[in-house]
């Protein structure tokens, strides 16, 4: 049973366009949603993170929008560029803050 | 500041063998995370160790595996007897206590042939 679902699973957008990926989630004991870029052969780092107590948060060129009701949350690339290319993860933590659940990935690709 | 380190960073394995990966949190961390990666996959949680306990292993398959985070040293992930199922890239993340930011190693990539 897949606690976080993210789509799509792969994206090409056009340099300067907007990456826009999704995740959604059913445990409503989920209070911590950060989002991870990882290039080949290394390991994840921590881009944007977000609470649920407010319903957006940007950090540059990244956003985070949450929306609690709908248990979804999406992170926004804007004015992408090909060094963006990466594959992306949200994940999903609780009360025990570093255990993570992870959703599938989006390889994201940006084209010069 | 050196990040979370692991070694080997590649490791082949034949079918029954042992594999043991190390993963050195960094300075002032005491919390130690191990995670799977499946090829084409997200990040599965295995284990959560801090200085000689084990927190939680409910992520942890209930034979062959093992993990422990020494009072000195560097955490293990111990495979027994490996299977080809356990190819993965295995990462592990430190934080300095059990509510702040975990930051990942570059992890090890285990293939059993």
């Known amino acids: 049973q897949q606690q976080v679902k993210q789509s799509p699973q792969s994206l090409i957008v056009q340099k300067g366009g907007i990456s826009i990926i999704n995740c959604a989630y059913e445990n409503t004991a989920f209070d911590y949603f950060p989002w991870y870029q990882q290039f080949p052969g290394k390991g994840p780092a921590l881009l944007i993170a977000i609470r649920p107590d407010v319903s957006e948060k940007k950090e540059g060129r990244f956003t985070i929008s949450f929306n609690k009701s709908a248990k979804q949350f999406s992170l926004h690339i804007m004015d992408s560029q090909p060094g963006d290319s990466a594959t992306y993860f949200c994940a999903a933590s609780g009360r025990n803050f570093n255990k993570f659940y992870f959703g599938s990935g989006t390889k994201l690709n940006v084209k010069p | 500041n050196a990040g979370v380190m692991q070694n080997p960073r590649h490791l082949v394995r034949r079918r029954g063998q042992e594999a043991r990966l190390r993963c050195s949190p960094m300075?002032?961390?005491?919390?130690v995370y191990w995670y799977r990666q499946l090829p084409e996959e997200g990040l599965k949680f295995m284990v959560y160790?801090?200085?000689?306990?084990?927190?939680?292993e409910s992520g942890m398959p209930k034979e062959r595996f093992s993990a422990e985070f020494p009072k000195e040293g560097p955490s293990i992930l111990r495979i027994q007897q490996v299977v080809r199922g356990d190819s993965a890239a295995y990462f592990c993340?430190?934080?300095?206590?059990?509510?702040?930011?975990?930051?990942f190693g570059q992890g090890t990539r285990l293939t059993v042939v």
């Open positions: 993340a430190s934080s300095r206590d059990f509510n702040t930011e975990a930051f």
């Open positions: 160790l801090q200085k000689e306990n084990i927190i939680d």
């Open positions: 300075k002032g961390h005491s919390h």
